[in-house]
């Protein structure tokens, strides 16, 4: 399965319609240890994920992140995995999971042109078919031009519903408020809601 991509443009215009949002309060402490993890757990079932070179011989290489879900004696789904859309350079990857469903992040440039930008991908997978309930994305400016958003950290808070991803950016993401190379984005109810993050640079 290859979610669809939308543009950058669309990217933009999107995070650009966003301008009614207010500063968060402290942010809660994470329910998951804040380093960027590769493995969660949903509903008895183990997730990971992973990237591997894509077959096409496109010079330079595509990079697809892989979400796989192990079998096991907890897991009431076979064991199965998702190949997301390629990235031109290697992603940087952070999967986190609860009941309520399965998040992935992955950076993500979409062209092979040293200059374009990276953004972030941000979905929301189910935990039986891991099909695309949710995709967002965070990408930031310099002027005119799509530059870079990294992941450092992804983790759902302690509420068990919030999901808070931060890095580091060169330019200014559109609905942030505060200044600095560095971000903290925060989506309430990530996997019940379509709600705009509130995102801090700092």
Not at 39 to 55: E, L, P, V
Not at 164 to 182: A, L, R, Y
Request: hydrophobic share 35%.
């Amino acid at each position: 399965m290859h979610p669809v991509k939308s543009t950058a443009s669309l990217a933009v215009a999107l995070l650009l319609s966003a301008c009614d949002v207010t500063t968060p309060a402290e942010p809660f402490e994470p329910a998951t240890d804040s380093t960027a993890l590769t493995s969660a757990t949903s509903r008895g079932c183990a997730f990971s994920i992973t990237h591997q070179q894509a077959s096409s011989s496109s010079h330079p290489p595509r990079f697809e992140p892989v979400i796989t879900r192990q079998a096991s004696p907890t897991c009431p789904w076979p064991s199965a995995s998702v190949v997301l859309a390629g990235s031109y350079s290697e992603p940087d990857l952070s999967i986190a999971a609860n009941d309520l469903g399965v998040a992935v992040s992955y950076t993500y440039r979409y062209s092979p042109s040293g200059s374009s930008g990276i953004y972030l991908e941000l979905l929301h997978l189910t935990p039986d078919t891991l099909s695309v309930v949710r995709s967002t994305t965070i990408v930031a400016l310099d002027g005119f031009r799509l530059s870079y958003v990294s992941l450092g950290e992804m983790s759902i808070l302690a509420d068990g519903t919030t999901l808070q991803v931060q890095g580091n950016k060169d330019g200014t993401i559109p609905i942030e408020t505060g200044s600095g190379s560095n971000y903290i984005a925060t989506y309430p109810d990530f996997f019940t809601s379509t709600t705009v993050p509130t995102v801090v640079a700092y």
